[in-house]
Antibody
Framework: EVRLVESGGGLVKPGESLRLSCAAS????????MSWVRQAPGKGLEWVGR??????????DYAAPVKGRFTISRDDSKDTLYLQMNSLKTEDTAMYYC??????????WGQGALVTVSS | QSALTQPPSASGSPGQSVTISCTGT?????????VSWYQQHPGKAPKLMLY???KRPSGVPDRFSASKSGNTASLTVSGLQAEDEADYYC?????????FGGGTKLTVL
């Protein structure tokens, strides 16, 4: 059974940093593209970014609102995906979902990690 | 790039059919056959319902179908059931971006 479990969410102040983790099980992480999707309270879904597999260069793409501030990485040896978030803004407050990604869609989703940015 | 355009709400009675539209541009919906649809119940993570315009993942009832014409994709839920009441989001590949619609709240009357 595929399982994705996010952790690391919490309350931070504007300008601070936070790192989310996503532990994957039930499949081989190294073979799978991964992505992060967020949802602000009471709002819709927003793609954050994605990371390719190592054999495809391990490249990353990011949505414009987070480019330059957020970094997605993966440790396939630990079956873990990361989202490093720097220079956080109040508008980054959201539930962050870790997902598997293939052919333009998000297949499996974690339960989400809540990030609140507030002074 | 702007979010894809979905109606904020849709409704239907049990047994009826309802269609939700998702309008983008030639740079996203119209340019690729990578449109997907997600169902989200309150407090839950989204669930993939259709991908590559009209393909259903294993386990998704065939009451759910989708299509695309030009820059507009559509999701149809036939034989509405109470458990279909949820938020529905479309998403399109757009090169180095993925763009979601604003979401449609489907109410089963």
């Amino acid at each position: 059974e595929v399982r994705l479990v996010e952790s690391g969410g919490g309350l931070v102040k504007p300008g601070e940093s936070l790192r989310l983790s996503c532990a994957a099980s039930g499949f081989t992480l190294s073979n799978v593209y991964m992505s992060w999707v967020r949802q602000a309270p009471g709002k819709g879904l927003e793609w954050v970014g994605r990371i390719y597999i190592r054999t495809d260069g391990g490249a990353t793409d990011y949505a414009a609102p987070v480019k330059g501030r957020f970094t997605i990485s993966r440790d396939d040896s630990k079956d873990t995906l990361y989202l490093q978030m720097n220079s956080l803004k109040t508008e980054d407050t959201a539930m962050y979902y870790c997902t598997t990604y293939d052919n333009g869609c998000f297949i499996y989703w974690g339960q989400g990690a809540l990030v609140t940015v507030s002074s | 790039q702007s979010a894809l355009t979905q109606p904020p709400s849709a409704s239907g009675s049990p047994g009826q059919s309802v269609t939700i539209s998702c309008t983008g541009t030639s740079s996203d919906v119209g340019g690729y056959n990578f449109v997907s649809w997600y169902q989200q119940h309150p407090g839950k993570a989204p669930k993939l319902m259709l991908y590559e315009v009209s393909k259903r993942p294993s386990g998704v009832p065939d009451r759910f179908s989708a299509s695309k014409s030009g820059n507009t994709a559509s999701l149809t839920v036939s034989g509405l059931q109470a458990e279909d009441e949820a938020d529905y989001y479309c998403c399109s590949y757009a090169g180095h971006n993925l763009i979601f619609g604003g979401g449609t709240k489907l109410t089963v009357l």
